[in-house]
Each structure stands twice: as structure tokens, then as C-alpha cells.
């Protein structure tokens, strides 16, 4: 079945080209993720599970096989172009042989011609929107943040509605996903299929095993029950080793976005929801509906002199205010011993498989995190307007939820080669070296549940993460997406007072004067016009509810 080609009016490419000129990319720390035969593409999940706590149970866990969807074969193929982004940088003959497997696969499947590329971070920010505006093929990529958030792709009218052919091509993912489908939702038009997995996150250290096995603090490292606990093993980090106990990129343990923020000694913290805002700077709470200024809250304030306490005692990296070096490579790279960082179970795991270092995790507090929109829209699969065969796409949608070998394919890489299943049933580098040509992550799209497991995680892993699943608690502000046409100048002068001060700030050279003279900064940038703008958006969208 030959798709109808969409012409791009000039007047849209134009608009996407002005509007990728202005864009200011921000980046995030991230997160941070049964076994079927993947010949039968079955639709798998542990019964009774829902999307999130607050979803509505569907009364069947797997599509109705008597449902089948629309035969291709008889057709000639069609080409697809299909980007997604890398935690981790391939070498150039690991992604091919990787993208290779990728387009055998679909074309015995779907009769589909994929042309599947993926991207490191840092280049994936600078491609998607490129291509988009040059008015090159691109038919399915998942979000990210910055330049490819849902926020910036929906201001630029960059991405298609695919409402009408989800229900045909992508049942079985359009039932997985649930209500978190709203979080895409514009009237009646949908506009992505999010990430299926699991959306309960808390807090968590991360530390290097051998470092705590060492100076004998296993046993103390597991009973902490406050910061102070934390501070003591830091200390003998200090003292005894090379290390330094933390650091990371521009931040500690908080930044602008992060949908946490601690206000004692003893693990305890405040969430709340960012409203998917473009400059990260605003919060409102579960039982206050008021728009806050971040850094006008008494926990932002307790948090940041905790952390500049931990500087003056040389607890932090002192590049850690300008690196660009995120967590897991300084960990790699034997420049700091852990990192607190807001993620899901399997979090040590994850991160000791992303940088090759074993690292032991503990939870610092079993309250949910909020699950937010940006959370949910991080990782979603959409069709850009510059899609040629968008109903390969969508087709290509249900594939990455409903097929085991796809899904371990784009997170593992070539079994034999990049990984191997060991006796507990996990992936695992071949003969423990993690120097392979391919290995990404299982949590950037899809169906989380369906992956192999990464060795440490165990065989039951997929099953425990569905039932921390249910313990998650949505934001009463899900699925919120703020209009943002109109303060495009604000956002972009708010954005770079903040890039001026906030990674100072955040990394433990935190002065009450230097806040101050930040907010002031803000304020004659139109700090309070703004929002001011965002809580009447706020308002008029939950009276809508």
C-alpha cells in the first residue's frame, strides 16, 4: 500500500527553520530501564497491571488477538526513516549492524524498509530539529528534551496527529499505554505514544562497590537513615581514597526541573510538578495550586546550603559548577564515588552497565516522586510533519511494543556480540567486558516490560518493576502543556540569567546575595509577568477538567 505523500507548505518549513534558530536547547540529567518468543509479537505484562497508580485497570492485559491488524504483505515495501537517541556512543560498524537487524526484522514482519539510526545525546538535540526543518524524511523518532521536547516540537507545529491511525496501526500500544495517552492529547488529535514502564521514582545513592567494600561501609552504606549517615561515609571517602564522594554536571543532588527537593536531615522531601515548563523554574503542589517561584521555596533554600556545606568540607568535584561531564562519567572516569539521583528500581544496575563501573544503590525514601508530564513525555514516539510514510510508522509504533527481539535489539545491541543471556535469563556483556560496538539502555521507548533484563537486575525484574508500577502517583496536573507562543522572550531571557547562576548555585557555592541578585535579574526579565501568564493557563485548564 503506497501512503499519500504530504506536501510541506514552504510557509511551515520557513516557520520551523526561524523557529529552530531561536530555540534554546536545555539539557537534563536523566533518569534513568518474561521472556515471549518474539516470533509471535504477543503483547506481554504482568496481569492486573495498569500504566500508573491512578489509571484505570483495562479489563484485559493483552489485546484481542481476533483483532488483526491490516495486511501489508501483499504490497511493495515502503521506506521509513526512524531516529531514536543513544545513551551510549556506538562505533559506526555496531549501529550499522544493529540498524541492519533492525530493518530485517521489519521487513519480514511489516514489509517495511527501516532506516534506523541512532544518535548520542548531544548530536541527537541538533539532527531531529535540522531535519525537520530542512524538510527531510523523518517519519518516527522519540522525544527528549530541549530542542526535542514535546513543548518545543508542539510550539513549532512540527509533529502530526495520529489519532486516527493509532486505532488501526498501533492497538496493542495504544491500549498498553493507558491514560498516560492524555499527556499527548489536543482535543480530540493525539500526537505521541509514551514510554511504557515504570513511572515510580524515589530517591537514590548510587556508589562505587568497590570503594564501599574497601573501606568496609557496605553494611553502613545500606543503614542510612539520614544525611548525617551519608555525610560520615563521605568523610571516609575523603580521608582514604583518591575519590571525591560526589559531583556531576552543573549539580549535586538538585537542579531547576528536578521534581524533588529535601527539607530535613532525615530523607524527607517535598514533590511537586514542574508543569513541563520551558525554563524549569516554576513548581505547584499537589494541594496548592499556586505557581511558585523555584527559588523563592524554603527547601530550595535548605537544600542548597546542605550542599554548600558538603563543598566546604571538599565533598564536591570543584569542576562540577562548568563540567559537561554527567554523572555516570565521572563515575567511569574515577573522578567522584556516587550520585543522588531521583530514578526507578534497578537504578545501580542501569547506571553500573552504562559506565562500566559496579555500583551499589539505596533508596533514601520510599514517598513516589510525582509522575509528571515531562516524565512521561520523555522517550515517546512521534511522527513529524515531514513524515512520509506515517502509517509505516505508527505500524512500526506497535512493533516496538509488542516484540521482544525489536526491543533488545535497540537496547542491547546483537546478541552473540554485544551481549549474551546468562543462566538467570539476563543480558550480560560478553565474558564481563563491557567494550562492546553497541549498548543503549532499556527505559528510552516502548515497552519497558518486554526487554531482557540487565545482569544484577534478576530474571524477576520486569515483574518487581510492574509492581512498584502501582505505586506511583500521578500529578493532579498530568497531561497540563503550557501555551507558550507568547513568552517566547521571556523564556529565553529567564533561561540564560539562570544558565548565569543556577550551576553555581546548585553545586555548593549557594550565597543568599547571589540568589538574590539572580531573582533580580529575573524579575526585570519578566519573571513575574510570566508567572503570573502560567498560573492563568494553569487555572483555566484545570476549570476545563
Not at 508543569?275 to 530550595?300: C, G, H, S, W
Amino acid at each position: 500500500m503506497k501512503t499519500l505523500k504530504k506536501l510541506l507548505p514552504m510557509v511551515l518549513v520557513l516557520c520551523l527553520v526561524l523557529s529552530l534558530m531561536a530555540a534554546c536547547a536545555k539539557s537534563e540529567d536523566t533518569p534513568a530501564p518474561a521472556n515471549t518468543d518474539s516470533s509471535t509479537s504477543e503483547t506481554t505484562r504482568p496481569a492486573d497491571a495498569a500504566p500508573t497508580a491512578d489509571s484505570e485497570e483495562n479489563e484485559s492485559t493483552a489485546p484481542d488477538e481476533s483483532s488483526e491488524l491490516p495486511d501489508w504483505k501483499e504490497e511493495d515495501a515502503v521506506d521509513m526513516v526512524f531516529y531514536y537517541f543513544l545513551m551510549n556512543q556506538p562505533d559506526d560498524a555496531g549501529m550499522d549492524r544493529v540498524a541492519e537487524a533492525i530493518n530485517k526484522l521489519a521487513m519480514e514482519k511489516l514489509n517495511i524498509n527501516v532506516k534506523a539510526k541512532g544518535v548520542q545525546l548531544g548530536e541527537y538535540r541538533t539532527a531531529i530539529p535540522m531535519m525537520i526543518a530542512g524538510g527531510e524524511q523523518l517519519d518516527l523518532f522519540n522525544l527528549l528534551n530541549g530542542p526535542v521536547s514535546y513543548a518545543t516540537l508542539m510550539g513549532n507545529n512540527s509533529l502530526q496527529d495520529i489519532s486516527e491511525l493509532l486505532p488501526v496501526y498501533a492497538p496493542d500500544a495504544l491500549e498498553l499505554v493507558g491514560d498516560t495517552i492524555n499527556a499527548f492529547k489536543d482535543g480530540d488529535a493525539i500526537y505521541g505514544v509514551t514510554n511504557y514502564r515504570n513511572f515510580n521514582a524515589n530517591q537514590y545513592v548510587v556508589a562505587r562497590k568497590d570503594v564501599l567494600e574497601e573501606l568496609g561501609l557496605v553494611d553502613q552504606f545500606y543503614a542510612m537513615t539520614k544525611w548525617s549517615d551519608w555525610e560520615e561515609i563521605c568523610q571516609q571517602v575523603l580521608d582514604k581514597t583518591d575519590y571525591y564522594p560526589m559531583g556531576g554536571s552543573k549539580c549535586v543532588i538538585w537542579q531547576a526541573g528536578t521534581s524533588a527537593i529535601w527539607y530535613s536531615d532525615s530523607f524527607d522531601f517535598v514533590t511537586y510538578d514542574t508543569l513541563n515548563e520551558p525554563t524549569n523554574l516554576l513548581r505547584a503542589d499537589m494541594d496548592d495550586t499556586t505557581v511558585k517561584f523555584i527559588y523563592e521555596q524554603p527547601e530550595t533554600a535548605y537544600t542548597l546550603n546542605m550542599i554548600n556545606s558538603w563543598n566546604e568540607k571538599g565533598f564536591i568535584y570543584p569542576e562540577t559548577y562548568i563540567t559537561d561531564e554527567n554523572a555516570q562519567v565521572l563515575l567511569k572516569n574515577g573522578v567522584t564515588f556516587s550520585n543522588v539521583t531521583k530514578s526507578e528500581i534497578g537504578v545501580a544496575e542501569n547506571w553500573s552497565s552504562r559506565s562500566g563501573v559496579e555500583l551499589l544503590g539505596q533508596m533514601l525514601s520510599d514517598t513516589p516522586v510525582l509522575v509528571t508530564t515531562g516524565q512521561v513525555q520523555m522517550g515517546t514516539l512521534v511522527v513529524p510533519v515531514t513524515a512520509e510514510e506515517p502509517e509505516a510508522a505508527v505500524r512500526f509504533i506497535n512493533e516496538i511494543y509488542t516484540n521482544e527481539e525489536l526491543l533488545n535489539l535497540i537496547a542491547w545491541g546483537i546478541e552473540g556480540t554485544d551481549y549474551v543471556v546468562n543462566e538467570a535469563g539476563e543480558a550480560a556483556y560478553p565474558n564481563g567486558d563491557s567494550h562492546v560496538s553497541y549498548h543503549n539502555m532499556d527505559y528510552t521507548m516502548g515497552n519497558f516490560f518486554l526487554y531482557l533484563p540487565w545482569e544484577g537486575n534478576g530474571s524477576d525484574y520486569r515483574e518487581v518493576c510492574y509492581a512498584e508500577n502501582q505505586k506511583a502517583v500521578n500529578s493532579p496536573y498530568l497531561g497540563f502543556q503550557l501555551d507558550g507562543s507568547e513568552y517566547d522572550s521571556y523564556v529565553s531571557a529567564l533561561t540564560n540569567v539562570y544558565n548565569e547562576y543556577g550551576p553555581r548555585l546548585n553545586s555548593g557555592l549557594y550565597t543568599e546575595e547571589a540568589c538574590e541578585e539572580m531573582i533580580a535579574k529575573m524579575e526585570s526579565c519578566g519573571l513575574r509577568e510570566y508567572v503570573s501568564g502560567v498560573q492563568e493557563q494553569l487555572d483555566a485548564w484545570l476549570a476545563s477538567k
